[in-house]
């Protein structure tokens, strides 16, 4: 056993949930495992398998609304990683990010030994420098676990290397009815990862006109969108769930149709197929739903393809809005006969 470790891994709660695999292995073979998350990924670290505690902190370098730098935050950040005594660290980051602001913290904080990905000279921020031959399109929980193993971390035996959440989850059948409705989750962080308010609309009438039973979900700040998009025939849960909720939400449902956003990883984590909405402004190779069936729609050579924009840089958004709602409902079919297949295979019943 490797003592306590202390695993970083800042961003959005989809962050978070892809360095899952990572997690684990990093717990198959540490006494204590706690996870730095940044505030907006807190409530899906609370969900990993593996974690221990959980500790909250927003970097400056990576929250897209960063708070101001000031020697007392950085105080109260040092104090707080003292007292987890870790023995060892390891920073998760995307393929984009530099991981030595965080060294130097956790250096200055007395972590002793550090581990990340860096293509950067570290000099002193890191111990094991580890180097991925090209950084080509790696699906980024792979890329976390490479680290991992890098260190000496490897999942156990019968570990699927797949998303997970902890269970149980809770019983929300009283919301949604029994299991195998259509969950359209339309939210994402950045705009330019989002489908057209009309389209989404669309969408769903199309789905209920089929006979789908339609779940729209959201968070609160969702209101006005999902209220936008739901028709007569589909329920809208906005705001009606936490993370947790929303999970079971998710896995009671035969498909999950949502943008490149949080939910779409935690639909991965309880083993949903996902119908991507996926704007190309990151690679999809690195960033789609993990280890699940997923139809991949948008264009994925657009202009945008790698800008990692926020808001679209094209008008019209065209890698998205070009997709019309009948191809959602297609991929909805295609993904439902694949489950009745694998079901089929395994002797369940449909």
């Not at 670290?45 to 730098?69: K, M, N, S, T």
């Not at 995307?94 to 990340?116: K, T, Y």
């Not at 209101?223 to 993370?243: F, K, N, S, V």
């Not at 998205?320 to 993904?335: H, I, P, Q, T, Y």
Request: charged share 20%; proline share 9%; glycine share 10%.
């Amino acid at each position: 056993m490797s003592g306590r470790v202390l695993v970083v891994r800042s961003d959005n709660l989809g962050d978070v949930l892809l360095a899952g695999p990572a997690v684990r292995a990093v717990a198959a073979g540490a006494d204590e495992v706690t996870f730095l998350a940044g505030p907006r990924g807190r409530a899906a670290a609370e969900l990993l398998p593996g974690v221990d505690r959980v500790l909250e902190w927003c970097a400056p370098w990576i929250d897209p609304e960063p708070p101001a730098i000031t020697a007392a935050d950085m105080t109260a950040f040092r104090d707080r990683i003292r007292e987890v005594r870790a023995d060892r660290a390891l920073i998760f980051t995307s393929f984009h990010q530099s991981p030595l602001p965080m060294a130097l913290a956790l250096r200055e904080a007395g972590v002793g030994w550090i581990g990340a990905i860096s293509e950067d000279y570290p000099g002193a921020l890191l111990d094991l420098r580890h180097r991925i031959e090209g950084d080509g399109d790696i699906p980024e929980p792979e890329r976390a676990r490479s680290l991992a193993e890098a260190a000496g971390f490897r999942l156990p035996p019968g570990d699927d290397g797949k998303l997970a959440i902890t269970g149980p989850l809770p019983d929300v059948s009283g919301l949604t009815g029994g299991p195998g409705y259509v969950v359209v989750h339309p939210a994402a962080t950045a705009p330019a990862r989002e489908w057209g308010v009309d389209q989404y609309a669309a969408a769903v009438r199309l789905l209920v006109d089929h006979g789908y039973r339609v779940v729209v979900t959201g968070g609160p700040a969702d209101a006005e969108l999902t209220r936008r998009i739901t028709c007569p025939g589909a329920l809208d849960l906005t705001g009606r769930t936490d993370l947790r909720g929303l999970a079971a939400v998710l896995a009671g449902a035969a498909v999950v149709v949502a943008p490149n956003t949080g939910p779409a990883h935690l639909a991965a984590a309880v083993r949903t197929p996902v119908v991507s909405l996926f704007a190309p402004v990151v690679p999809a190779a690195r960033w789609a739903p993990y280890g699940v069936p997923v139809v991949l729609l948008g264009d994925q050579a657009a202009a945008c393809r790698g800008s990692r924009a926020r808001h679209c840089p094209i008008d019209g958004h065209p890698c998205l809005n070009r997709v019309d709602a009948e191809e959602v409902l297609d991929a909805v079919r295609r993904l439902r006969a694949t489950e009745s297949i694998e079901l089929e295979h395994s002797g369940g019943a449909a």
